[in-house]
């Protein structure tokens, strides 16, 4: 099942006032490494529906967006909970370092409540930023 895309329009509904915690991936058509993680993304779209919803957003078609979330690289994953930025991730060099990134982002999901986010120990495995 493809990945849900979303519009500037929908931003605001669909991830800012989402009831569950929301990964927005930050791609474009160009980007190669943005196709190439789709199936990874939607592997764990379909794992964990029903505690975190994930979705696309084409970077290319909203420069207020773009700018609003500081998007340098693409692809970019964002992590959203209740309204608010916790996790950022980019400059990954491919599907190891982002599963690394997921596998962490789904076990803090299922270990603590929404609103508290553990930092894992080892941070230099893949690059982020915790918020």
Known sequence: ???SSI???AFTQ????????????????????CRLINPLLMRYQAEWADSLKIVSFNADQSLKIANTYRLKNLPTLILFVGGKIRLRIDGFQ???DLRQALETITLNYAQHSSTLWVQPQDK???QKNWI
């Open 1 to 3: 099942m493809p990945l």
């Open 7 to 9: 519009s500037e329009r």
């Open 14 to 33: 669909e991830v800012l006032e989402s009831p569950i915690p929301v990964l927005v991936h930050f791609w474009a058509p160009w980007c190669g490494l």
């Open 94 to 96: 491919g599907r190891e």
């Open 124 to 126: 230099q495995s893949y």
